[in-house]
Protein backbone atom coordinates (compact mmCIF):
# COMPACT_ATOMS: atom_id res chain seq x y z
CA UNK A 1 0.00 0.00 0.00
CA UNK A 2 1.28 3.64 -1.04
CA UNK A 3 2.27 5.87 2.08
CA UNK A 4 0.16 9.27 2.17
CA UNK A 5 0.32 12.81 3.58
CA UNK A 6 -1.55 12.88 6.86
CA UNK A 7 -3.79 15.63 7.10
CA UNK A 8 -3.18 18.32 9.98
CA UNK A 9 -4.69 17.63 13.13
CA UNK A 10 -5.40 21.27 13.29
CA UNK A 11 -6.27 24.16 10.77
CA UNK A 12 -3.07 25.62 9.50
CA UNK A 13 -3.15 28.88 11.23
CA UNK A 14 -3.95 26.96 14.34
CA UNK A 15 -0.58 27.68 15.96
CA UNK A 16 -0.46 31.65 15.07
CA UNK A 17 1.47 34.18 16.08
CA UNK A 18 3.86 31.56 16.56
CA UNK A 19 4.36 29.36 13.21
CA UNK A 20 2.58 31.07 10.21
CA UNK A 21 -0.65 29.78 8.24
CA UNK A 22 1.81 30.06 5.03
CA UNK A 23 4.50 28.57 6.63
CA UNK A 24 2.63 25.41 7.92
CA UNK A 25 0.45 25.14 3.98
CA UNK A 26 4.08 24.96 2.91
CA UNK A 27 5.64 22.81 5.06
CA UNK A 28 2.81 20.76 5.21
CA UNK A 29 1.50 20.43 1.66
CA UNK A 30 4.59 20.84 -0.06
CA UNK A 31 8.10 19.28 1.93
CA UNK A 32 5.81 16.71 3.48
CA UNK A 33 4.13 15.48 0.20
CA UNK A 34 7.37 15.65 -1.55
CA UNK A 35 8.55 13.08 1.24
CA UNK A 36 5.86 11.05 0.40
CA UNK A 37 5.92 10.91 -3.06
CA UNK A 38 9.65 10.51 -2.99
CA UNK A 39 9.37 7.67 -0.51
CA UNK A 40 6.66 5.61 -2.84
CA UNK A 41 8.96 5.72 -5.86
CA UNK A 42 11.73 4.49 -4.36
CA UNK A 43 9.72 1.43 -2.99
CA UNK A 44 8.51 1.13 -6.30
CA UNK A 45 12.09 0.43 -7.16
CA UNK A 46 12.13 -2.14 -4.59
CA UNK A 47 8.92 -3.46 -4.28
CA UNK A 48 10.23 -6.18 -1.31
CA UNK A 49 9.30 -3.23 0.88
CA UNK A 50 5.73 -2.14 0.08
CA UNK A 51 5.00 -4.32 2.86
CA UNK A 52 7.10 -2.58 5.29
CA UNK A 53 5.26 -0.04 7.73
CA UNK A 54 6.82 3.07 8.09
CA UNK A 55 8.27 2.55 11.03
CA UNK A 56 10.11 -0.84 9.80
CA UNK A 57 11.70 1.01 7.18
CA UNK A 58 13.37 3.87 9.73
CA UNK A 59 14.06 0.91 12.00
CA UNK A 60 15.49 -1.68 9.46
CA UNK A 61 16.94 0.93 7.18
CA UNK A 62 20.20 -1.01 7.01
CA UNK A 63 18.73 -3.88 5.21
CA UNK A 64 16.77 -1.66 2.61
CA UNK A 65 18.51 -2.70 -0.50
CA UNK A 66 21.13 -0.23 -1.29
CA UNK A 67 20.43 0.69 -4.68
CA UNK A 68 17.24 2.42 -2.65
CA UNK A 69 18.46 2.73 0.82
CA UNK A 70 19.15 6.45 0.87
CA UNK A 71 16.18 7.72 -0.91
CA UNK A 72 14.40 5.36 1.37
CA UNK A 73 16.42 7.40 4.70
CA UNK A 74 16.06 10.72 3.30
CA UNK A 75 12.26 10.47 2.58
CA UNK A 76 10.70 7.79 4.74
CA UNK A 77 12.80 9.48 7.08
CA UNK A 78 11.04 12.73 6.40
CA UNK A 79 7.69 11.33 6.10
CA UNK A 80 8.08 9.44 9.84
CA UNK A 81 9.65 12.39 11.59
CA UNK A 82 6.76 15.07 10.12
CA UNK A 83 4.00 12.21 10.81
CA UNK A 84 5.06 13.02 14.41
CA UNK A 85 6.10 16.59 14.43
CA UNK A 86 2.63 17.57 13.39
CA UNK A 87 1.24 15.92 16.30
CA UNK A 88 3.55 17.72 18.86
CA UNK A 89 1.99 20.41 18.65
CA UNK A 90 -1.24 22.02 18.92
CA UNK A 91 -2.68 25.76 19.75
CA UNK A 92 -1.19 27.64 22.22
CA UNK A 93 -2.52 26.74 25.89
CA UNK A 94 0.44 27.81 28.46
CA UNK A 95 0.86 24.30 29.93
CA UNK A 96 3.79 22.64 30.73
CA UNK A 97 4.85 18.78 31.30
CA UNK A 98 3.03 17.62 34.35
CA UNK A 99 2.93 13.90 36.35
CA UNK A 100 6.18 11.28 35.35
CA UNK A 101 7.11 13.50 32.23
CA UNK A 102 7.96 16.36 34.26
CA UNK A 103 9.45 14.57 36.83
CA UNK A 104 11.95 12.67 34.42
CA UNK A 105 12.83 16.36 32.89
CA UNK A 106 13.64 17.33 36.43
CA UNK A 107 15.91 14.51 36.88
CA UNK A 108 17.70 15.45 33.09
CA UNK A 109 18.00 18.91 33.44
CA UNK A 110 17.29 20.08 37.46
CA UNK A 111 13.88 21.90 36.17
CA UNK A 112 11.80 23.10 33.52
CA UNK A 113 13.66 25.90 32.19
CA UNK A 114 17.08 24.64 32.32
CA UNK A 115 15.39 21.55 30.20
CA UNK A 116 14.38 24.35 27.23
CA UNK A 117 18.06 25.52 26.99
CA UNK A 118 19.77 22.13 26.76
CA UNK A 119 16.65 21.52 24.25
CA UNK A 120 16.97 24.95 22.53
CA UNK A 121 20.77 24.57 22.11
CA UNK A 122 20.70 20.69 20.28
CA UNK A 123 18.22 22.42 17.74
CA UNK A 124 20.34 25.94 17.70
CA UNK A 125 23.78 24.12 17.36
CA UNK A 126 22.96 21.28 14.95
CA UNK A 127 24.83 22.65 11.16
CA UNK A 128 22.82 22.57 8.83
CA UNK A 129 19.02 21.23 8.81
CA UNK A 130 18.52 18.38 11.04
CA UNK A 131 15.99 17.70 13.92
CA UNK A 132 16.32 18.09 17.83
CA UNK A 133 15.11 14.97 20.06
CA UNK A 134 13.65 14.52 23.75
CA UNK A 135 14.55 10.42 23.90
CA UNK A 136 12.81 8.05 26.36
CA UNK A 137 14.58 4.84 27.44
CA UNK A 138 12.31 1.71 28.38
CA UNK A 139 13.38 2.73 32.27
CA UNK A 140 12.13 6.13 31.55
CA UNK A 141 15.27 7.83 31.67
CA UNK A 142 15.58 10.85 29.37
CA UNK A 143 18.08 12.26 26.70
CA UNK A 144 18.66 15.03 24.37
CA UNK A 145 20.44 14.85 21.00
CA UNK A 146 20.38 16.09 17.42
CA UNK A 147 20.46 14.33 14.23
CA UNK A 148 21.21 15.62 10.50
CA UNK A 149 19.03 15.56 7.73
CA UNK A 150 15.95 13.47 8.26
CA UNK A 151 17.88 10.80 10.32
CA UNK A 152 15.70 9.68 13.43
CA UNK A 153 16.17 7.80 16.77
CA UNK A 154 14.23 5.12 15.32
CA UNK A 155 16.84 4.48 12.96
CA UNK A 156 19.27 3.87 16.26
CA UNK A 157 16.87 1.90 17.96
CA UNK A 158 15.88 4.69 20.11
CA UNK A 159 12.27 6.17 21.00
CA UNK A 160 11.80 9.93 20.82
CA UNK A 161 8.84 11.41 22.63
CA UNK A 162 9.43 15.12 21.15
CA UNK A 163 10.86 16.30 18.27
CA UNK A 164 11.77 20.25 16.62
CA UNK A 165 12.17 20.71 13.33
CA UNK A 166 15.12 22.45 12.53
CA UNK A 167 15.14 22.67 8.48
CA UNK A 168 14.99 26.52 7.50
CA UNK A 169 11.67 25.63 5.47
CA UNK A 170 10.41 25.47 8.91
CA UNK A 171 10.62 28.45 10.27
CA UNK A 172 12.21 30.47 7.35
CA UNK A 173 9.40 32.34 6.10
CA UNK A 174 8.64 34.32 9.20
CA UNK A 175 12.08 33.53 11.17
CA UNK A 176 14.93 34.35 8.24
CA UNK A 177 17.81 33.27 9.35
CA UNK A 178 16.69 33.36 13.41
CA UNK A 179 16.66 30.00 14.21
CA UNK A 180 16.94 30.30 18.02
CA UNK A 181 13.37 32.84 17.27
CA UNK A 182 11.85 30.10 16.04
CA UNK A 183 12.75 27.73 18.44
CA UNK A 184 11.88 30.39 21.28
CA UNK A 185 8.19 30.87 19.81
CA UNK A 186 7.82 27.10 19.42
CA UNK A 187 7.84 26.25 22.77
CA UNK A 188 4.21 28.37 22.75
CA UNK A 189 2.70 25.39 20.76
CA UNK A 190 4.51 22.23 22.36
CA UNK A 191 1.51 19.82 22.95
CA UNK A 192 2.56 18.61 26.18
CA UNK A 193 0.07 16.45 26.50
CA UNK A 194 0.78 14.36 23.44
CA UNK A 195 4.29 14.13 24.91
CA UNK A 196 2.81 12.93 28.16
CA UNK A 197 1.16 9.94 26.65
CA UNK A 198 4.06 9.49 24.26
CA UNK A 199 6.43 9.09 27.50
CA UNK A 200 4.08 6.87 29.41
CA UNK A 201 3.82 5.02 26.31
CA UNK A 202 7.50 3.48 25.57
Known amino acids: MAHTLP ?3 YASNA ?9 MDIHHGKHHQAYVNNLNAAIEKAP ?3 SWSLDDLCRK ?9 AAVRNNGGGHWNHSLFWTLMHAHDGAEPTG ?4 AIKALSGDFMKFKEQFAAAGTTRFGSGWAWLISDKA ?3 S ?14 KYAILGLDVWEHAYYLKYQNRRPDY ?3 WWNVVNWGTVGERYTAR
Do not use: H
Open 7 to 9: PLP
Open 15 to 23: LEPYIDAQT
Open 48 to 50: ELA
Open 61 to 69: IDTVPEAVR
Open 100 to 103: ALAD
Open 140 to 142: GKL
Open 144 to 157: IESSPNQDNPLMSG
Open 183 to 185: IAA
